[in-house]
């Protein structure tokens, strides 16, 4: 079973449209992650929420932790297709330098 | 961002050989490393925990004597693949977490596509 329940698994969009990526959980995590992934190269990191509640903004990304710090959302503003990849949750429990536990991901296609 | 480099970033033997993977953190010491494996548009599969100065942690079904894996230093953790096979083609990456007050943010490298015939 998956720690971290990402969804959707897959999200193809017309460019200009918005999009929201949820990860959810029973658990609760020190902190999470999100990381975007393009074909053939390791994962990127975005963003590091810790506190709950707490919202964070990349340009036209939202990222935000729930107030347990058990889910976390990635809010997609008018998507280009340059934002084209996999996006990656990915928890951490406890311990600051443990493991990272991750969602299944969510690929997406952005079209022009 | 902290920067993680892997070597070779692809590799293509014959079955029965082994193979070795790099992960350096270039600019700043990592005590545990991450080994990740992965398949084409899926998540990654964390397969072991490597620590500098005393045996790796594998995760459940992963082979320990198939998959070695040797932290040697501060800044080099390496991944064998022992007599591999047609199924261990797959994408490995690496991951270091860089120390930092009350987050546990970690780098990945950036991959070895290995393909074994």
């Known amino acids: 079973t998956q720690l971290l329940e990402q969804s959707p698994q897959f999200l193809s969009i017309q460019e200009g449209e918005n999009l929201t990526v949820y990860c959810n959980s029973s658990?609760?995590?020190?902190?999470l992650q999100w990381y975007r992934q393009e074909p053939g190269e390791g994962p990127v990191l975005l963003v590091t929420?810790?506190?709950?509640?707490e919202v964070k903004k990349l340009k036209r990304l939202t990222f935000q932790f729930g107030d347990a710090r058990k889910d976390s959302s990635l809010h997609i503003t008018a998507a280009q297709p340059g934002d084209t990849g996999l996006y990656l949750c990915?928890?951490?429990?406890?311990?600051?330098?443990?493991?990272?536990?991750f969602g299944r991901g969510t690929q997406l296609t952005v079209w022009p | 961002g902290a920067v993680v480099s892997q070597h070779p970033s692809w590799v293509i033997c014959k079955s029965g050989t082994s193979v070795k993977i790099e992960c350096r953190s270039l600019?700043?010491?990592?005590?545990?490393m991450f080994w990740y494996r992965q398949f084409p548009k899926q998540s990654l599969m964390l397969m072991a925990t490597?620590?500098?100065?005393?045996?790796?942690?594998?995760e459940q079904g992963v082979e320990k004597d198939k998959f070695l894996i040797n932290h040697a230093s501060l800044t080099l953790s390496t991944l064998t693949v022992t007599s591999a096979h047609p199924e261990d083609s797959s994408f490995y990456i690496c991951?270091?977490?860089?120390?930092?007050?009350?987050?546990?943010?970690?780098?990945f490298g950036p991959g070895t596509r290995l393909t074994v015939l």
């Open positions: 991951s270091a977490p860089l120390r930092k007050t009350g987050t546990n943010e970690q780098f």
């Open positions: 658990s609760v995590f020190s902190s």
């Open positions: 929420v810790v506190t709950g509640g």
């Open positions: 990915a928890g951490v429990r406890g311990s600051t330098l443990g493991r990272l536990y």
């Open positions: 600019d700043f010491q990592a005590t545990t």
């Open positions: 490597s620590n500098e100065g005393s045996k790796a942690t594998y």
